[in-house]
């Protein structure tokens, strides 16, 4: 299961597209609300309303927790739950996905030490010790990150790349008229 985790002020095409593009591409994907409720407001005040709640998720199929950007990231930073997901990945070898902000949040853990990332331009200084690159999206280990809201594109096919092949993931890029 690939948990996508939401919380008031995401970034909507941060996390949008990249959830658009996995479930084209046939991966099951749960958003996550970390609210109160299920319904979860973006930086542009797009409600969304999440499949499921903090409390309804099951650690033990997780393959993959997407963290998008935002002003919700520091909501996502201050969640006990999200750093327990965060914990589970990294002592099970899952994959972690974060884009824009978020990183950031790796990079405090020391997630990213060593590694090479992207994140939107200003929060490089809290990816401690990772290797920052210019590029939209980049995978290192079990560990992608992306750019920002003009990269969620490329982040999501890559993140399908990852959980499915790059075959599927061109296929669908070419269908979608991204190239």
Request: charged share 25%.
């Amino acid at each position: 299961m690939v948990y996508m985790i939401l919380a008031d002020g995401f970034e909507e095409i941060e996390a949008l597209e990249p959830l658009d593009i996995l479930r084209r591409g046939g991966i099951d994907v749960k958003t996550v609300s970390i609210m109160e409720t299920k319904s979860v407001i973006g930086a542009h005040n797009i409600e969304v309303m999440a499949d499921i709640k903090m409390t309804d998720v099951s650690l033990d199929d997780m393959d993959m927790v997407i963290l998008p950007g935002g002003a919700g990231h520091e909501l996502l930073d201050a969640s006990n739950d999200v750093h327990t997901m965060l914990n589970y990945a990294v002592a099970y070898n899952r994959y972690i996905a974060a884009i824009c902000a978020s990183p950031s949040i790796l990079g405090k853990k020391q997630l990213l030490s060593g590694k090479k990332a992207t994140c939107f331009p200003g929060f490089e200084k809290y990816c401690y010790d990772a290797i920052i690159t210019n590029e939209q999206a980049v995978l290192d280990g079990q560990i992608i990150t992306g750019k920002g809201a003009g990269a969620a594109g490329e982040f999501g096919f890559l993140l399908l790349s990852v959980l499915k092949d790059k075959d599927t993931a061109d296929k669908l890029r070419k269908t979608m008229q991204y190239v």
